[in-house]
């Protein structure tokens, strides 16, 4: 029971900020008078699905996914590392590493993307796009990536949760068009220059920039891709679902597409498959999803 409270805290105090800041912005928007930045139905469907997303993964976590942890934990190493300045930046490297191997899995298997697509169905990039998660990430999965390596090192649950809330939260603020380049940053960082190429959907953004926290894993492992060698970014994905304003739908469309296919085609290979598999082994899908609204301006 404590779990889920100190759960729904993180909740209560994380949101309280992210709204904060998500007005903030929106204010600075305003005054600059810059338009179509923020679309009130996305945004509002973003909060919504940001809100459902919260609240299950952190039961999730406090139920479950803590336990399994613990399980896990006693098989490993046991490392245990007293709290120091090295053994906490080691947690934070090698946690953002998981980070961007769960997050490259889930670009690159379709089971794991029908969740992931959610956040990345935004036609616009301000910091309400990073709450467009889906409540279904902690039944797919892929947290599996995310957390128990540390468990296997031999991390304690507690440093880990705070870990990758902090991870998250670091994501939170690469949502934004209103910080440009950062200088040296850029090099070691993951910043919102890097990040406006991740939510691309054109070519030569699709799959780029996994990084969590740092951005030296996708220069490392070839994933990497400029803003300034991205050409013109166009947020979103390669099929749009039909209904982008209602939160429900975007968080469980992915699914239901994927088990349609399953169906359709009777090939269980589309599951783990990446998610373009299926137009590239049988054709175009031909889905009939309607074309997104014009975006409102603010």
């Given at each position: 029971m404590q779990d889920v409270l100190h759960a729904l805290f993180f909740v209560t105090a994380f949101g309280a900020l992210f709204?904060?800041?998500?007005?903030?912005?929106?204010?600075?928007?305003r005054h600059k008078?810059?338009?179509?930045?923020?679309?009130?139905r996305e945004t509002l469907a973003n909060l919504a699905a940001g809100f459902s997303y919260k609240i299950v993964d952190g039961v999730a976590v406090a139920l479950f996914i803590?336990?399994?942890?613990?399980?896990?934990?006693?098989?490993g190493l046991q490392w245990n590392p007293a709290a120091s300045v090295l053994s906490i930046l080691a947690l934070i490297v090698f946690i953002d590493f998981c980070f961007y191997i769960n997050h490259y899995m889930m670009h690159k298997v379709r089971w794991f993307w029908s969740g992931h697509i959610t956040h990345h169905s935004s036609?616009?990039?301000?910091?309400?796009?990073?709450?467009?998660q889906n409540f279904t990430f902690a039944f797919s999965g892929s947290w599996v990536l995310w957390w128990i390596p540390a468990a296997l090192v031999g991390f304690d649950k507690n440093w880990v949760l705070f870990a990758i809330e902090g991870n998250l939260v670091y994501q939170f603020f690469l949502h934004t068009e209103q910080i440009r380049k950062l200088g040296p940053l850029e090099k070691i960082m993951n910043t919102p220059s890097h990040h406006r190429v991740h939510h691309g959907s054109n070519a030569a953004q699709i799959d780029r920039n996994f990084g969590g926290i740092f951005i030296f894993w996708d220069k490392l492992f070839?994933?990497?891709?400029?803003?300034?060698?991205?050409g013109e970014i166009k947020y979103g994905v390669t099929h749009m679902p039909a209904k982008p304003y209602d939160p429900f739908?975007?968080?469980?469309?992915?699914?239901?597409?994927?088990?349609?296919?399953?169906w359709r085609f009777k090939d269980?290979?589309?599951l783990y498959k990446h998610p373009e598999w299926v137009d590239e082994q049988y054709g175009d899908r031909n889905r009939s999803l309607a074309e997104s609204p014009a975006a409102e301006k603010i």
């Amino acid at each position: 029971m404590q779990d889920v409270l100190h759960a729904l805290f993180f909740v209560t105090a994380f949101g309280a900020l992210f709204l904060g800041v998500i007005g903030a912005e929106y204010l600075y928007i305003r005054h600059k008078g810059k338009t179509g930045v923020y679309h009130p139905r996305e945004t509002l469907a973003n909060l919504a699905a940001g809100f459902s997303y919260k609240i299950v993964d952190g039961v999730a976590v406090a139920l479950f996914i803590q336990a399994f942890y613990l399980w896990v934990y006693q098989y490993g190493l046991q490392w245990n590392p007293a709290a120091s300045v090295l053994s906490i930046l080691a947690l934070i490297v090698f946690i953002d590493f998981c980070f961007y191997i769960n997050h490259y899995m889930m670009h690159k298997v379709r089971w794991f993307w029908s969740g992931h697509i959610t956040h990345h169905s935004s036609e616009h990039m301000n910091f309400s796009t990073a709450l467009r998660q889906n409540f279904t990430f902690a039944f797919s999965g892929s947290w599996v990536l995310w957390w128990i390596p540390a468990a296997l090192v031999g991390f304690d649950k507690n440093w880990v949760l705070f870990a990758i809330e902090g991870n998250l939260v670091y994501q939170f603020f690469l949502h934004t068009e209103q910080i440009r380049k950062l200088g040296p940053l850029e090099k070691i960082m993951n910043t919102p220059s890097h990040h406006r190429v991740h939510h691309g959907s054109n070519a030569a953004q699709i799959d780029r920039n996994f990084g969590g926290i740092f951005i030296f894993w996708d220069k490392l492992f070839g994933t990497f891709r400029d803003e300034d060698h991205a050409g013109e970014i166009k947020y979103g994905v390669t099929h749009m679902p039909a209904k982008p304003y209602d939160p429900f739908y975007l968080q469980v469309h992915g699914w239901v597409e994927m088990a349609q296919d399953v169906w359709r085609f009777k090939d269980l290979r589309i599951l783990y498959k990446h998610p373009e598999w299926v137009d590239e082994q049988y054709g175009d899908r031909n889905r009939s999803l309607a074309e997104s609204p014009a975006a409102e301006k603010i």
